[in-house]
């Protein structure tokens, strides 16, 4: 069965959808200048500086790291100094995040029009099961992905190929749905088409250089 996940102006139809978490089914909540600034000093203490630290944000951090310590067999040495801070920040933000509206709905209907639906996230896997759990969320998704479960976190597609893996599916036949330009990169690099919410992490201005196959500003427009 194939369904048309977009509104007739910008129909296609795909079988498939992965969803990034926090702006896209949730509003945005993460504080990111004083996280980052507390994770900037974390990783200073690792021994990392230079622009990939004092520019990057959060996930260009984590990765930059990750590329180095991972060849070097030392993830569980970053894992341990880093994800308290990370983790920590996630249930900041849980305290304060409400549902986009009409996002459980969307779930219900796509799951039970045949499609399959998973979620791709850099929220750690605590906060994000807990979330998941009460918003309603939790049985429409499968398999959810988490920073946790990955080497490198969103723009790297790692993630999202781990989705596509576990479905066995055609990427061409998939839409990712996020809120931020690395949903945007990382859909591409797993060779998806990637529609954009709205007032999420990013503003619009931040796609003119990437933009997406479909913005859209409510979750009604989807299906």
């Keep these: 069965m194939r369904l048309n996940l977009l509104s007739p102006a910008t129909a296609q139809a795909y079988t498939a959808a992965i969803f990034d978490f926090e702006g896209t089914l949730v509003d945005f909540q993460w504080q990111l200048k004083p996280a980052e600034d ?5 990783y200073a203490a690792l021994g990392f500086g ?10 260009g951090m984590w990765n930059t790291a990750a590329d180095l310590l991972a060849q070097q067999g030392r993830m569980a040495e970053l894992r341990q100094a880093l994800c308290p801070i990370y983790d920590r920040w996630d249930f900041d933000a849980l305290s304060r995040w409400s549902p ?4 459980a709905e969307l779930l219900r209907r796509l799951a039970g029009g045949g499609a399959q ?3 791709v996230s850099n929220v750690g896997r605590e906060a994000l099961a807990s979330a998941l759990t009460r918003f309603d969320f939790a049985n429409f998704l499968s398999p959810v ?7 490198h ?5 790692e993630g999202i190929l781990r989705v596509l893996s576990n479905w066995g599916g055609n990427a061409g036949d998939a839409l990712f749905i996020g809120d931020s330009r690395a949903d945007v990169l990382g ?3 797993a060779g998806m088409q990637v529609a954009i919410i709205r007032g999420g992490e990013c503003d619009e201005t931040a796609f003119a250089d990437t933009p997406p196959d479909h913005m859209i500003s409510q979750l009604d427009e989807l299906a």
């Design 187 to 189: 859909a591409r690099a």
């Design 38 to 42: 507390e994770l900037r000093l974390a």
């Design 145 to 151: 992905v988490s920073r946790d479960d990955v080497t």
């Design 117 to 119: 639906v998973g979620m």
């Design 50 to 59: 230079g622009d990939e630290f004092t520019k990057c944000n959060y996930a």
């Design 153 to 157: 976190m969103k723009p790297r597609a």
């Design 100 to 103: 986009r509206p009409g996002a």
